[in-house]
């Protein structure tokens, strides 16, 4: 069947510019994480929603970074002004279990943004 | 949050069995160990979890001692194909939020 899919696949900014970053999760899926991986770096953990409610945005760094679930589906990212250090790859997750990160969770192949 | 120690890097070859050991050792009684699978250009791949002794599926096994402090992933007669980067973490199935945290992972090198 169908996994997380996301979108733009590769996306390269000039500094200042906004970007948004689209998450297709698995249909039926309650929770949606963002994670943020640096070159080299295991995944971290950005925000996560549990359908349309964001519960926790603790890891995002800096207010320039939002996120979004408006219907407890698709998911969009947006970085605004964005920054060198923001170069990294963007990855989506989404897991069937409503509540406990450590159920398995089904990642998308991630957004590459590299900022000029 | 319960951090996990494994090592950086790890060699094999095709045909071996490879083992993987994690640290956890101020891992939380409601924590369950899980070990996700990373290619280049992927995302991670859940792999498998475990709670406590032994467990295993299709692709490894996972073996927890008693004091739960440590893990160990064992991937069976590796190939080149299991090239990868290998995260362990633990986390509870009960809270919401950021119970997950990577870590940098072992790199497995599967050579011919």
């Known amino acids: 069947g169908a996994g997380v899919s996301q979108s733009p696949r590769y996306k390269v900014a000039k500094r200042g510019q906004d970007v948004a970053l689209r998450c297709d999760p698995i249909s039926g899926h309650v929770s949606l994480f963002w994670y943020q991986q640096a070159l080299g770096q295991g995944p971290e953990f950005l925000t996560y929603f549990q359908n349309e409610a964001q519960l926790d945005k603790s890891g995002l760094p800096s207010d320039r970074f939002f996120a979004e679930r408006p219907e407890g589906s698709v998911s969009t990212l947006k970085i605004q002004r964005t920054q060198q250090e923001d170069s990294a790859v963007y990855l989506c997750?989404?897991?069937?279990?409503?509540?406990?990160?450590?159920?398995?969770?089904?990642f998308g192949p991630g957004t590459r943004l590299t900022v000029t | 949050l319960a951090k996990t120690t494994q090592p950086i890097s790890m060699d094999s070859y095709e045909g071996q069995e490879v083992n993987i050991t994690c640290s956890h050792n101020?891992?939380?009684?409601?924590?369950?160990i899980t070990w996700y699978q990373q290619f280049p250009s992927q995302g991670p791949r859940f792999i498998i979890q475990?709670?406590?002794t032994k467990v295993t599926n299709e692709v490894a096994s996972l073996f927890i001692p008693a004091d739960r402090k440590s893990s160990t992933l064992s991937l069976p007669r590796v190939s080149l194909s299991d090239t990868a980067v290998y995260y362990c973490?633990?986390?509870?199935?009960?809270?919401?939020?950021?119970?997950?945290?990577f870590g940098g992972g072992t790199r497995l090198m599967v050579k011919p």
């Open positions: 475990g709670y406590k």
């Open positions: 973490l633990v986390g509870d199935r009960a809270h919401t939020g950021n119970m997950l945290t």
């Open positions: 997750a989404s897991s069937l279990a409503r509540t406990g990160a450590a159920y398995e969770q089904y």
């Open positions: 101020n891992i939380a009684t409601n924590d369950y």
